[in-house]
């Protein structure tokens, strides 16, 4: 009787300072993070997503994106992700402040999406890239995201947001490829993606 005791007592010790590592710890050191406000410029950093954005997260995150993608730019040290361009900075903790959830990401397939905002501020690259990835970026084996797009006919002019796209995922002649929601706010969510800004707990070199 005295042995199972031990060996009870002993699971719950043994639980007990898992809870305390892996819960309560971080919760105290981190999860009362406020955002930064810049003192010479007055941005609150990290800024927050607008509605469109927001809704692009969700996309992001139902498409699968980060099964091939992460969003955290190493320290230096364990990766050459600084020297890849890839930011201008590690990312810390506060910089998913905003993220439910935050996008961390499993592998990285294909690049690290922490700044793809500042490395591709253009949206016409971004729907380019979603509607036919191996013709944008050559060797990519990127799946297409066609699906968030629609091709219709030409009814006068081009629609102000058809997709200026390369042979062959050009439409035929009289039609145009225009993106639907969904590819707006997930391009939208890509665009904001930029945390090139300088904390205080992570400052740019």
């Known amino acids: 009787m005295n042995r199972m005791s031990v060996i009870i007592a002993g699971i719950f010790i043994t639980f007990f300072c898992s809870w305390i590592g892996l819960v ?11 955002p930064f406000v810049d003192e010479d410029t007055g941005d609150i950093l990290p ?10 997260q969700q ?3 139902s498409s699968g994106c980060i099964y ?19 930011g201008a900075r590690p990312t810390v903790a506060r910089d998913y402040m905003r993220e439910r959830p935050a996008f961390l990401g499993t592998m990285r397939t294909g690049p ?7 490395r591709q501020p253009s949206v016409m690259w971004h729907h380019q890239h979603l509607y036919q990835p191996a013709v944008v970026s ?30 062959p995922s050009a439409p035929p002649e009289g039609y145009e490829v225009v993106p639907t929601y ?24």
């Open 47 to 56: 800024p927050p997503l607008s509605g469109l954005a927001e809704r692009g």
């Open 112 to 118: 690290d999406l922490s700044n793809i905002g500042a």
């Open 59 to 61: 996309v992001y995150a």
């Open 138 to 167: 050559p060797g990519s084996i990127m799946p297409s995201y066609r699906y968030l797009y629609q091709t219709q006919k030409i009814e006068g002019q081009m629609a102000a947001n058809a997709i200026n796209l390369l042979p």
């Open 182 to 205: 969904d590819a707006e706010a997930l391009v939208a969510y890509l665009i904001s993606l930029n945390r090139n800004y300088p904390l205080p707990e992570s400052p740019e070199p």
């Open 68 to 86: 091939c993608h992460s969003q955290q730019v190493r320290q230096i040290g364990y990766g050459s992700d600084l020297e890849r361009g890839w």
């Open 24 to 34: 309560a710890y971080p919760y105290l050191a981190l999860g009362r993070y406020l």
